[in-house]
Nanobody, 124 residues
Framework: QVHLVESGGGLVQPGGSLRLSCVSF????????VGWFRQPPGKEREAVSC????????TNADYVKGRFTVSRDSAKSTVYLQMNSLKPEDTAVYYC?????????????????WGQGTQVTVST
């Protein structure tokens, strides 16, 4: 069983930055692909950035390329999402998720374990 906890969300002005963290307390994420997904108000959940379990290959949605970076620590129990140049349209609840895989998929339906989410609001 994988229990994921996100942190780092909050209110930020347009152009600002936030770093989200996703921690697995009970088990290592070494054999898990980990993804960040978001659900804007009134919209469906969408992929943001994912990182594979083996070689750390990352996949980023077009709308965050060049602004967001996903990374994982050496112990592979924490995954980060660095978000720069934030825009109002980035406002959403951000979730991290994990699946025991090395394919590096980045679609919500492929993921098994989900955190509770953290709110990110970009506004003046």
């Amino acid at each position: 069983q994988v229990h994921l906890v996100e942190s780092g969300g909050g209110l930020v002005q347009p152009g600002g930055s936030l770093r989200l963290s996703c921690v697995s307390f009970e088990s290592s994420l070494a054999y898990y692909d980990v993804g960040w997904f978001r659900q804007p108000p009134g919209k469906e959940r969408e992929a943001v950035s994912c990182i594979s379990s083996t070689d750390g290959t990352t996949t980023n949605a077009d709308y965050v390329k060049g602004r967001f970076t996903v990374s994982r620590d050496s112990a592979k129990s924490t995954v980060y999402l660095q978000m720069n140049s934030l825009k109002p349209e980035d406002t959403a609840v951000y979730y991290c998720a994990a699946v025991k895989s090395d394919y590096g998929y980045c679609a919500p339906y492929m993921y098994t374990y989900w955190g509770q989410g953290t709110q990110v609001t970009v506004s003046t």
